[in-house]
C-alpha cells in the first residue's frame, strides 16, 4: 500500500518569504499526486494535483507543485506567501486509474504573520 | 451548486454509545467516501460507498459501518463508542468514472467521546 511523508509539521513564515513543504511517497507504481488545503473554519479544497505530462503543475494562488519521480517526491512551493495563506496543507497520493483511494499525509500547518 | 453536506457538526456521547453521521454528497456526485482526521492528523480512509454499496474499506473495526441511499446521501454509524474514536469525521464525494481524483468534502462532524 501506498504511504505519504509530510516532514514539515509545523512552519511560520513572514509575508512575502518563499515556501517550500515537502512530500515524499513510497509506491513503485504509477501514482497520481495532490496538494489540498484547509483554510481555517473551511472544508479540504484542492489545490493542484499530478497525472502525467510535465512535472510542474500550477494550482490556484500562484502555487505550485514539482513531481520529481526519482526521489518519489512533490513538494510544494509557492515564491512568495501572503498572510491568506494561512492553512493546513495535505499532501496525498493514490494509485493511478479505476476508483483507488487517495491517501493524505499527516499535514503542514503554516502560519504566515504579516 | 450545492457543495458536500455534513450533520450535525458537532456532537458529544459517551463511551459504549451508538452514534450516526450524515452526509449529502456534491449535486451530480454519486460516490461517497468518509474519512476519519484524528487532532494533528491527517484524514484516513474509513470506507467508500457507491451504488449502495461498500466498494471499499480502510483499516477500520467492524464498528465502523456504513450506509448509502438512492440518492447517493450516505450515514456513517459507529457503534460500541471508545474515547479513541474522537475524531473530526469528513465526507467527501466525487463522480465515479470521471478519474479526475478530485474528492470534494464537507466541512465534517466532530466527535467527541467522553
Known amino acids: 500500500a501506498q504511504s505519504v511523508s509530510q516532514h514539515n509539521h509545523h512552519v511560520i513564515l513572514s509575508e512575502a518569504a518563499s515556501l517550500e513543504l515537502g512530500c515524499n511517497y513510497s509506491y513503485g507504481g504509477t501514482v497520481n499526486l495532490f496538494w489540498y488545503v484547509q483554510y481555517p473554519g473551511q472544508h479540504l479544497q484542492l489545490l493542484l494535483k499530478?497525472?502525467?505530462?510535465?512535472?510542474l503543475v500550477k494550482g490556484i494562488k500562484g502555487f505550485e507543485a514539482e513531481f520529481i519521480k526519482s526521489k518519489f517526491s512533490f513538494n510544494l512551493r509557492k515564491p512568495s506567501v501572503q498572510w491568506s495563506d494561512t492553512a493546513e496543507y495535505f499532501c496525498a497520493v493514490r494509485v493511478s486509474g479505476g476508483s483507488y483511494i487517495p491517501t493524505f499525509g499527516r499535514g503542514t500547518s503554516l502560519i504566515v504573520h504579516p | 451548486d450545492a457543495g458536500v453536506t455534513q450533520s450535525p457538526t458537532h456532537l458529544i456521547k459517551t463511551r459504549g454509545q451508538q452514534v450516526t453521521l450524515r452526509c449529502s454528497p456534491k449535486?451530480?456526485?454519486?460516490?461517497v467516501s468518509w474519512y476519519q482526521q484524528a487532532l494533528g492528523q491527517g484524514p484516513q480512509f474509513i470506507f467508500q460507498?457507491?451504488?449502495?454499496?461498500?466498494?471499499q474499506r480502510g483499516n477500520f473495526p467492524d464498528r465502523f459501518s456504513g450506509h448509502q441511499f438512492p440518492n447517493y446521501s450516505s450515514e456513517l454509524n459507529v457503534n460500541a463508542l471508545l474515547l479513541g474514536d474522537s475524531a473530526l469525521y469528513l465526507c467527501?464525494?466525487?463522480?465515479?468514472?470521471?478519474?479526475?481524483?478530485?474528492?470534494?468534502f464537507g466541512e465534517g462532524s466532530r466527535l467527541t467521546v467522553l
Open positions: 460507498y457507491y451504488e449502495e454499496e461498500e466498494r
Open positions: 499530478y497525472f502525467s505530462g510535465d512535472p
Open positions: 449535486s451530480g456526485h454519486d460516490t
Open positions: 467527501a464525494s466525487s463522480l465515479d468514472g470521471a478519474n479526475t481524483g478530485e474528492l470534494f
